[in-house]
């Protein structure tokens, strides 16, 4: 599969083998504590200065401490770098560095390694003084070694034991030395960059992770015989690199908000870590609310108050913050909520990526709800679509959802450093004095829109209701009120969808299959599509930002394309599964959405295996869908 | 809650508000509800205070007493079921130079509201939050709530409430960081305005329960205490609510209780063979978190500086 993607030539300088190749995935993996994160997201950054494309994954169990050695336990990352831009994760990995051998044995066993690959492990347990211990070691390792990888056994252990005490506190920095020669890594830029994360602590610790460092590179010098050279082919110039959740704080930062109200839940809370870093610097509050409901709460309070206000949170807690969301659409007090998905229902893969929350969040609420989601695409997106979502959640004084995923929270990628701009901040709102008998509710009745009251404003005082209301905010249950105010808070969705822009298609404007996508599978559905084009498939793709509204000129785009399916992070039913018709079967979220809007009989192609979706996965589907729907 | 910020209301100064300046939409309650009474004693409150009616939102949630911001001609948020305070909450710490009230009833505030209840009460913003406790669900018709006496008949428990009732004031005396904690009674209007005044004058979260009596579900669960005032005792202090002259006769229990005292407010609160209307603890003191929190605002421009900044940092 790699061969798809990797162009890779072979030469020998030295006694080193140099593997020339477009791009590279590598994993470094270890027990919950040990640093292996830290290792990785530090080969990451260093690579992305360098001019590397970069995308980076946390392999995460949903465990703080799960027990050791346990193939439930790992964590890590994985770093996929790249000669040009990197969009996704890739789809197995070709170098895998790992602190014990069961947490290999877990990714073995997930079908992330490559076949060929490059696997450096951890030895000390194979003399380990607990006999259970080597006895895994010894069936870990005929496992691995039936699959035909390259093992290299690593006695980390023994080797950081020179430089510290406790070596599991080491050996994060010793195998970032080992990726380093491996790679050809610049050490200056390495050590600028450990300094960098190790900038809170003392200075000792800094300086011992550099010994770890150059440790781990002379032992590599030492006894590895092959190097991969991943060319930078990219200008680092005036590039910004971290993850989607930062670029979201940044974001809501940039879009000039004030308050963002929340109670922890993985894996939005990092927003708020990194907002609780900054914020205050800006004159913002990060507010950590008693639960969700109280924290949507304080956020519609703040809201009404003065400037757009927004909460964090994912699945479980959008389920509970959904009475106050349908308070914000009825009494139309603007508020931005961002939904970072992970899998689902109930508590689910709390750590997982997944798109299931899409119907929920446009439909959740009781009653007819109308209001936006958006989704943005990428990690550059994610701090764009916190702009646009308070300026959207302002001037049509509605409910602003904001979709990410465990997949763009968590992935680190670098993008063009955005330039600001201090109308993103808006303007104060408008407090003068509101002329008598000027209703809160004063709607234009072709928009549906109206200004904003806001207390403090002379003459505007009345009470906002979430009961039916006629538009002097007064409590009526009249037939013809609930009709008319639903109708008007109905039209500015409208308005709004006039608008947008109808999406581009990416490939060719008519086709075999056009494969629709939201969220982050952006990067892994192109990729995908690129490849079956380079094969001469007939196949392009579409990518929505705007869930609803939806974007105009999907029928007339999908009319031109002879099959339409969706790729999507939720679960779908398949056509060849026991009692399962074209009357019954359950389809992707988008799906559902697509059809009900453009009556196109739009299929869909749905995984939750709670990772993000693998390009090699989706250019399979798109070749089977085309030899199917190119023959039909 | 004394600030107001000028520059928001560029009104005459020396406009002087009248009764009619806060009366909104004519009260729809039942004739006889104790809200009545409350509406009454909080109007007045704000003339005497001469609040500005654009710089005071009443919050409430949902049920009966909720319907209280419709009534007055001030600004209003008539929100969810149990949800007033994290709302409240919201206003306060976006714009402290607002003067807010949050009105609840015994179902908001101590059964679906519950836990906003213990953290509000914590944070200690500075507002009024009056829970109007008529020991019953009256918008619903008549069903159980916490603070229903142990033995009373409701629709949801036609046996009798299984469980001793709640005990609010005993309860948020048990938070930490409770800066002020007084009840009063609808029935006895001149306590209920001495009560909501030294509220309002508290800097800090002053949460007072008004016992009330719902005239069709809960008639007569005061009405001994409302016939017999040697049922009652009147917590009496300078620093708490002194009681008013006009009392002093007909209410002959009078306890010398200072509000700083925290431990005698407990055990009075605790007894619940005697009702004890005034400030049960009161303290200035206590840190205020909409202040703790509280941050210069920056310019657009000023932002982006610092944005950049940070921004450098993520810098390839």
Redesign the interface.
Known sequence: MAEDTAVKTREQTGRAQVIRSTQCTVEVVSDSGEGAQKCGQTFGAVSAKMGNGVWTVEIIPAEIQPPPRSPAGASGNRIRIGERVVTNWGDRTNVCIAFNEQVLLARHRLDAIEDDAILLVENMWATHSDEDIRAEWTAAMEELGGAGYRIIEVPMEQECLTVVDNARKGKNMFALGILCWMFDRDMDLTREQIAHAFRKKAAEITERNHQLLELGYAWADENLDVRIDVRPGLSAENTLVMNGNQAAAFGAVAAGMEMAAMYPITPATSVSHQLGEIFYKFGGIVHQAEDEIAAVGVAIGASYSGKVAFTITSGPGLALKTEFLGLSVMAEIPLVVVDVQRGGPSTGLPTKVEQSDLLAALFGQPGDAPHVVMAPATIEECFHAMITARRIAETFRTLVVVMTDANLATGVQPFPRPTLDPAWQGSAPDMSAIPEGKPPYDWDEATGLSRRFIPGTPGGMHTLTGLAHDGNSRVAYASAINQKSSEMRSRKMAVLQSTLRPPEVYGAESGDLLVVGWGSTKGAIEEAVDRARAEGVSVSSLHLRFLSPMEPGLKAIFSRFKKVMTVEINYSDELDMPYITEENRRRGQLAWLLRAQTLVDVDCWTRVLGEPLRPGAIHDVIRSNVSKGGAA | MSHS?SL????DEDQEFHLDDYE??RARWCPGCGDHSVLTAAQRLLVDEQLK???T???SGIGCSSRF??Y?????????HG?A???????????P??NVFVVMGDGDCVSIGA??W??ATRYNVDMVAMMLDNNIYGLTKMQTSPTTPQGYKSNTQPQGSWLPALNPIEATLGITNASFVAQTAEWIPAHLFATLQAAYRHNGFAFVRVLQRCPVFTADIYMDAVRNPEMIDMLDHPDGVPVPESLRQIYPNHLRHDPLNLSAARDLAADTSRIRLGVFFRDEGLPRYEET?H????T??D??R???E??D????
């Open positions: 910020c928001l209301a560029p009104v909104g939409a009616p654009e710089e939102v009443f919050v911001p419709h007055m001609k001030t600004y209003g948020f008539h929100g969810l949800r305070l994290p709302v409240a909450t919201g206003i306060k710490l976006h714009r130079d607002l836990g906003h213990v953290h929190r941050l210069p605002a920056h657009a421009d932002k982006i610092i944005l950049n940070e921004l940092q993520y810098a390839v």
